[in-house]
């Protein structure tokens, strides 16, 4: 199974910026379908951001409704890593956030990383 570790999280004010990261374990990270997730206090996990390996060097990004906008996700496939760069956070947003890894377009993976904490203040 791919190994999985976020970082990046952190103590923002709302309308403050933070960039998430994620490093996966694998040597065809370059077609992994990655995804960021996060779950709220007392809340289910909900889907955020997906990026997507289609063809040769070919990705799509998708983004939930609630995010669209102020989140991008993005990818280095040399350093294995993909990022979420987060602007105009929002009390909302506040959350462990972490990212899965779909090696074979089957699903998202049942491991999940440790996430990191993202605390944003009103």
């Known amino acids: 199974q791919v190994q999985l570790v976020e970082s990046g999280g952190g103590l923002v004010q709302a309308g403050g910026s933070l960039r998430l990261s994620c490093v996966a374990s694998g040597r065809t990270f370059s077609k992994y379908h990655m995804g960021w997730f996060r779950q709220a206090p007392g809340k289910e996990r909900e889907f955020v951001a997906s990026?997507?390996?289609?063809?040769?060097?070919?990705?799509?990004?998708d983004y939930a409704d609630s995010v669209k906008g102020r989140f991008t996700i993005s990818r280095d496939n040399a350093k294995n890593t993909v990022y979420l760069q987060m602007n105009s956070l929002k009390f909302e947003d506040t959350a462990v956030y972490y990212c899965?890894?779909?090696?074979?377009?089957?699903?998202?993976?049942?491991?999940w990383g440790q996430g990191t904490q993202v605390t944003v203040s009103s």
């Open positions: 899965n890894a779909d090696q074979d377009g089957r699903g998202w993976s049942d491991y």
């Open positions: 990026i997507k390996w289609s063809r040769g060097s070919t990705y799509y990004a």
